[in-house]
């Protein structure tokens, strides 16, 4: 029997089936590709009341030491929103590196919420490789409303700024340069009204 016939003796899957899977393969190829900047990704890390970080964003001048550029990254806020630390120029920032598992951090959390009331800087806390429904039931536990809690599921944003120990806050002046640090140490109020007077 000659190749042709066998070939020709082979099912052979109607066409619209195999229209059917080509696109469905096109469709998931599509939805891996635009996953990360989709604000649905929030559903997969908790509550939606929890930021999520996306990517750090390059710049070779960036240096997390005092006196350089606070390195930029960018979120998904809950609104489905996307922002960045560079879009908050003009404001004072106070960005502590946390987790909840972490006792100087939960300690220095109320401390963090009392001056956040008091001040007109933004105060972000980025958490470290947790999920969403922990950090957002930490967070509501201590009503820890004026502290945004985000998300650095892959840990990119803490490397970036060299993060060793947690907590680490560092306060960034309203032109985007970081004023002063404080890492392994328990901040109080004091403390933190002095690195946010640093940073004006």
Known sequence: MSQ??????????????AAIIIGAIALASLAALLFPSLPVVNLFTGPTQVNVIRRVIDDPNAA???????????WNAPTGKTEKLSD??????????WAT????CRAEMPAMQRVARSTDAVFLAVDLLEDGA???????????????PLLDLDGN???????????????????GVIRHI???EVLDDAAVRNGIDKAR
Do not use: N
């Open 4 to 17: 042709v016939a066998v070939d020709d003796m082979r099912p052979q899957l109607p066409r619209w089936i």
């Open 101 to 104: 598992w972490c006792e100087p």
């Open 182 to 184: 404080e890492h392994g």
């Open 88 to 97: 908050l120029r003009g404001k004072t920032v106070v960005i502590t590196f």
């Open 134 to 148: 922990k950090v957002r039931s930490f967070m509501d536990s201590l009503a820890l409303d004026r502290l945004a």
């Open 64 to 74: 997390p030491r005092i006196g350089g550029t606070a390195p930029d990254f960018e």
């Open 157 to 175: 944003v803490t490397r970036r700024y060299a993060v060793l120990e947690l907590p680490q806050t560092f306060f960034i002046d309203p032109q």
